[in-house]
């Protein structure tokens, strides 16, 4: 059974910091231990879900315009943990973040975890 577990939310006052670990297990990441992409998306209350930020299987990272320059996304690939490191937090930073994994080869497999809640208030 694939799982994907994050850990590490909270509450914070505006211009803390937070890191979301995301812990995989399972049998898939066995059988492919490489060729995974890690993301991390949110949901506010009242909103769609969003891209926070991505790291490719080959490293490569990407953010949401919105969190540049204050959230920082790495993983352990020898440990399938991956993490948001989420610095300067603001207000608008609230919401259940989501751990997310994607692998396109040999076939398509995606995964989610439960979510962990990040409140961001004074």
């Known amino acids: 059974q694939v799982q994907l577990v994050e850990s590490g939310g909270g509450s914070v006052q505006p211009g803390g910091s937070l890191r979301l670990s995301c812990a995989a297990s399972g049998s898939i990441f066995r059988i492919y231990p490489m060729g995974w992409s890690w993301s991390w998306y949110r949901r506010a209350q009242g909103k769609e879900r969003e891209l926070v930020a991505a790291i490719s299987s080959g490293g490569s990272t990407n953010y949401a315009d919105s969190v540049k320059g204050r959230f920082t996304i790495s993983r352990d690939n020898a440990k399938n943990l991956v993490y948001l490191q989420m610095n300067s937090l603001k207000p608008e930073d609230t919401a259940v973040y989501y751990c997310?994994?994607?692998?396109?080869?040999?076939?398509?497999?995606?995964?989610w975890g439960q979510g962990t809640q990040v409140t961001v208030s004074s």
């Open positions: 997310n994994a994607v692998i396109g080869t040999p076939r398509r497999y995606e995964y």
